[in-house]
């Protein structure tokens, strides 16, 4: 991210047009496979890599061989002479210390002209072999790199491909000077890293965004032939799709309309469903697992968690930056980066001219309106504070930074704001201070900040609290997401109604998180979600949308179908229901009673005095006769109890092989071994 986010900062920056900055992205030849070892150990001992370490790299370079695999056919072995190991976890370290020469030449080289700001020296980027030139007064500075270049690859091995690296000029109006030149010139976009880089930022959206739900469409193409289910369609997306787009979300600071993600739901829903309608809305699916869901990807919450994580770069007080962060915060002199962010005061254009950060700012606030906040953030820094006019006026502020009060939330201590006398004794202020700490103190009444309490933040929290993870990205979008997703109490609520039972919060809870763990077999669990958030069409819910379709049970002909009557109250399925529990209750030598709560949550505090083991299994028995009985949904009588055990053993093999795989066989015996002697004692001869 840091190396694009400085490109950006750098080709829309108004002064590259002035500066006729060049932008050149260089292909190294064969880079990995061109390292001459001669120059790669001489290059470890002056970075001071220890003897040990250099003598280990050279055991693993002493004579290496290798053999090519063509169509199954082995050739012979031969030797190399150069290059970094293929495979090898340690060659695209190798190869960045080797190339870090010629870098740190080009950073050196007064004759070389970068882009400067006010506080950076932009003239290289480097990530791998991938190479970025930011060069001003081209008809200088070129033919220096080029001779640099050149010397640098006699002892090192290093090579430009020439005519695939790319040239694109920013404002620079005497083409003639690069025309000359040795690269390729590209006026209108290069590729870097797998974004397409274009002159215009408004160009970026159809450049990169475009192609990639075009993949999307030929990707479902093809899928949609394939005989996967719901949960399998959810996982192609997951796997496949997900990555590619949160690299454009990471990497490419632009802000996305609505339009955008409801073209991406056409794309993906219709799949979902397999072109027919669909049974339940998209934010149910979305939902974690633990809440109920099936985890497809919300891409919107995806978007602003990935700008979330840029957020909290901004609000870092660190002097030490990256050069794009330097160049973003050197844009909004005098103020503090943090303070533009979280300001409820929006500036002028001309405070802000930087379209990157503009960018950012309207997905800052498309964010809050989404969210419904419009409260003042108690992370908004003190100093340069724009909406805090007397911060701008007096240094005492900056004092304060210096001291520790850098934010708005270190004055509140125990969950309340500080008295002026808390704030002496914490952070040792001045007693000429306190008129300070009035004008801040009206600034919160201004913005009607409680002063007695935290107010409570869901922005605040994704800041803040997963700052440094190594998830970030995942636990802010949970976050994000626990905070967006809907209730489930109306579907309770509904089953309360036609059962006439109450379920308890903590069992219908316990209902939600257990629907993925069912069984290793996904269809299986796709039978729960579905049974659980009602999905399934019963006779009485046909007669409302088709009113010719009777609403009586075909089954007991007595009664209208509702799904609580067709999963448990007619009297045929509950003749079925009384014999499976009775073949339960010999299995695992206890007293079970058919439970409407258990049999639809597969959890009710009815069966609290089981082991874990017996929970598991009565869950796994329940879920495969709901698939039973919804084959049989449309048939006049129910399934038998042969039929139930006979899939029980045929799917035993799959949940043996998930537990051999987790190395736990054990306790696959555990839960299972009752049921095996129950078939020894009553079916095998």
Known sequence: MHNIRRLFNIIYHPKAVRDNLVVISLDAEKAFDRVEWPYLFAVLEKFDMGDEFITWIKILYSSPAARVLTNKTISDSFSLQRGTRQGCPLSPLLFALSVEPLAETIRSNSCIHGFSTSNTINKISLYADDILLYITQPQVSLPVILKTITTFGKFSGFKVNLEKSELMPIGLKDLSLIHSSPFKVSKEKIVYLGIVVTYKYSLLFKSNFNPLLSKLQNCIHYWRTLPISLMGRINAIKMIFLPQILYLFRNIPILLPKSFFKRLDSIILPFLWNYKSHRIKKVHLCKSKHEGGLALPDFRLYYWATHLQVFALW???SAVAPDWLQIERDYCH???????LLSPVILDQAAVN???????LRVWRQ????????????????????SFPPSRLDTTFTQWKELGICTIKDLYLDGALASFMQLQQKYNLPKNNFFRFL?????LRTYKVSLDEVPPSVIDDCLIQFRGNKCQLSLIYGRLLAVTSPSTKLIREEWEREIGVGISEEVWQSGLEDIDKQSVNTRLCLIQFK????????KKKLHRIFPNISPICDKCKREDADLAHSFIFCHKIQGFWCELFKVL??????NLAPDPVLIILGHSNYICSLNSAQQKFLTYCLITAKKLLLLFWKKVNPPTIKLWLEELISTLHLERTRYLLKGNIKQFHKIWDPFFCYLKSNYIP
């Open 315 to 317: 609000l870092e007080q």
């Open 439 to 443: 004008q801040i103190r009206n600034y």
């Open 367 to 386: 964010m809050r309106e989404y969210l419904k906040i419009k409260s003042l953030s108690l992370l908004i820094p003190i100093a340069n504070n724009p």
């Open 354 to 360: 930087n379209i990157v950060i503009k960018s950012q």
């Open 585 to 590: 209750s010999d299995i695992l030598n206890v």
């Open 334 to 340: 005098p103020y503090d980066l943090g303070a533009v």
């Open 531 to 538: 049974v659980l958030h009602r999905l399934h069409f019963s």
